[in-house]
């Protein structure tokens, strides 16, 4: 029976490894059984949005749209946009950058930026 594991790495790539459970000699030839199934090497001037998407907003918000929670359920104090200034990728590096700047939205007022992102809806990889 193969076991599948999946690892999300910083750099923006995901690689998976199926394997047995059983420890398995590695063949010279290929020592490693990973392989990638998911990457983002950041090589382009701009965010590559079939990839990425935003989180926006401050807070948790329900189907209909109603504010549940604030601070995404954690107290995060930040206010999330899709603003260049606070995320953009530079010299092949994706960049968040945090803000202290004031904003404000229907359901409150904020003193800092950022920018949250995220695969789902574009990626998805089972067991991992």
Same mark, same amino acid.
């Given at each position: 029976?193969?076991?599948? !594991?999946?690892?999300a790495?910083?750099?923006? /790539? @995901? ?21 990638? @199934?998911? &990457?983002?090497?950041? $090589? %382009?001037?701009? /965010? ?5 998407? #935003?989180?926006?907003?401050?807070? *948790?918000?329900?189907?209909n749209? &109603?504010? *549940? ?11 999330? $946009? ?6 953009? *990728? ?5 960049? *968040? ?7 404000t939205? &229907? /359901? ?5 930026? &950022?920018?949250?992102? %995220?695969?789902?809806? !574009?990626?998805?990889?089972? #067991?991992?």
């Amino acid at each position: 029976m193969k076991k599948w !594991l999946a690892v999300a790495l910083g750099t923006g /790539l @995901v690689l998976s490894y199926a394997g047995t459970g059983h420890a398995e000699k590695a063949d010279k030839k290929d020592n490693t059984k990973w392989k990638m @199934v998911w &990457s983002d090497e950041f $090589t %382009k001037q701009q /965010l590559d949005r079939t990839k990425w998407t #935003y989180d926006t907003g401050n807070w *948790i918000v329900d189907q209909n749209g &109603s504010a *549940i929670s604030p601070g995404w359920g954690n107290n995060e104090k930040q206010y999330y $946009t899709d603003n260049k200034d606070n995320s953009f *990728i530079r010299d092949g590096k994706l960049v *968040i950058r945090a803000k202290e700047e004031k904003t404000t939205d &229907s /359901l409150g007022s904020y003193d800092y930026t &950022s920018a949250k992102l %995220k695969t789902k809806g !574009l990626f998805s990889k089972t #067991y991992g």
